[in-house]
């Protein structure tokens, strides 16, 4: 099994910054892809970024240019540096990682941008 932990998530004004990570750990196997999903109240799930096992990166066009994700391979963690946040990247944040051993998920972490 493998366990993702969020951790950064937090309330901040319009125009400021956070920074997610994500830690994973356990049997963790030929990983493909780590990422970030968030899910807004009363919306559907959706990506936010992906890094790649060859370092390419994917941003949803919402984020693009103020988001910018990255990883350690060797520690087997991804954060999510989130500037210029507006009040619509409210939700809550979730890490992915895509393996040879399946699609893992973490808890959470709840990131509030108020206007």
């Known amino acids: 099994q493998v366990q993702l932990v969020e951790s950064g998530g937090g309330l901040v004004q319009a125009g400021g910054s956070l920074r997610l990570s994500c830690a994973a750990s356990g049997s963790i196997f030929s990983v493909h892809l780590m990422g970030w999903h968030r899910q807004a109240p009363g919306k559907q799930r959706e990506l936010v970024a992906f890094?790649?096992?060859?370092?390419?990166?994917n941003y949803a066009g919402s984020v693009k240019g103020r988001f910018t994700v990255s990883r350690d391979i060797a520690k087997n963690t991804i954060d999510l540096q989130m500037n210029s946040l507006k009040p619509e990247d409210t939700g809550v944040y979730y890490c992915n990682l895509i393996g040879a051993g399946g699609n893992y998920w973490g808890q959470g972490t709840q990131v509030s941008v108020s206007s």
């Open positions: 890094i790649t096992s060859g370092g390419n990166t």
